[in-house]
């Protein structure tokens, strides 16, 4: 159990396009998801907090405009990176923990890379 | 602010050797302190975790001991296996807070 799945896996897109990132909790549902973002042999740094329901959280220096997520159901959470650049291109990866179970755990998914041309 | 210090890898090892990945962190107050594995093609996995100091976490023959003293909260194994080649995450979380804060991750090769 406690199975959280990212699609697409992996994207390439052109500069300039919106590309949108989703996070499911395939057998729990989870009123508190996390995006990170991860650099090549770098740390997985926390973008932002999302909450079913109400607006995300994001952590200092990270575009709210630029990095919109909606988490608009128990199930599913979703980051669009609006007009992508290549410093953009990086492996995101969300987290999910598990409502009612009484646990701070974390669930991750198994990452999206992207590319931006 | 919170911060990890991982050793850095790769480390590789035989089958049945000893590991050992140094984590040590900077935070105020007490942290609780993770190890997370990823599993090549996988998310991460919570391995062990330890929530108060000279607490112990254990799990698949992995343990680390949460040394306040010494702010660290380093993973060992006596025997490793191929099938424990991965990437080893620490992480903490500030008291009463859900965000994590992980170090850069020790990639682990066995070879048979």
């Known amino acids: 159990g406690a199975v959280v799945s990212q699609h697409p896996s992996w994207v390439i897109c052109k500069s300039g396009t919106s590309v949108k990132i989703e996070c499911r909790s395939l057998?729990?549902?989870?009123?508190?998801m996390f995006w990170y973002r991860q650099f090549p042999k770098q740390s997985l740094m926390l973008m932002a907090t999302?909450?079913?329901?109400?607006?995300?959280?994001?952590e200092q220096g990270v575009e709210k405009d630029k990095f919109l997520i909606n988490h608009a159901s128990l199930t599913l959470s979703t980051l669009t990176v609006t007009s992508a650049h290549p410093e953009d291109s990086s492996f995101y990866i969300c987290?999910?923990?598990?409502?009612?179970?009484?646990?701070?755990?974390?669930?991750f998914g198994p990452g999206t890379r992207l590319t931006v041309l | 602010g919170n911060s990890v210090t991982q050793m850095e890898g790769p480390v590789t090892l035989s089958e049945e050797a000893f590991l050992t990945i140094n984590c040590t962190y900077t935070?105020?107050?007490?942290?609780?302190l993770f190890w997370y594995v990823q599993y090549p093609g996988e998310g991460l996995q919570l391995l062990l975790k330890?929530?108060?100091?000279?607490d112990k976490g254990s799990n698949k023959g992995f343990e680390a001991t949460y040394r306040k003293e010494t702010t660290s909260f380093h993973l060992e194994k006596g025997s490793v296996q191929v099938s424990d080649s991965a990437v080893y995450f620490c992480?903490?979380?500030?008291?009463?807070?859900?965000?994590?804060?992980f170090g850069k991750g020790t990639k682990l090769t066995v070879n048979p």
């Open positions: 330890a929530t108060k100091a000279d």
């Open positions: 992480a903490l979380s500030g008291k009463g807070s859900e965000k994590l804060v």
């Open positions: 987290s999910a923990i598990a409502s009612g179970r009484g646990t701070d755990t974390q669930y």
């Open positions: 999302s909450n079913e329901g109400s607006k995300a959280t994001y």
């Open positions: 057998d729990f549902q989870a009123t508190t």
């Open positions: 935070a105020t107050g007490y942290p609780s």
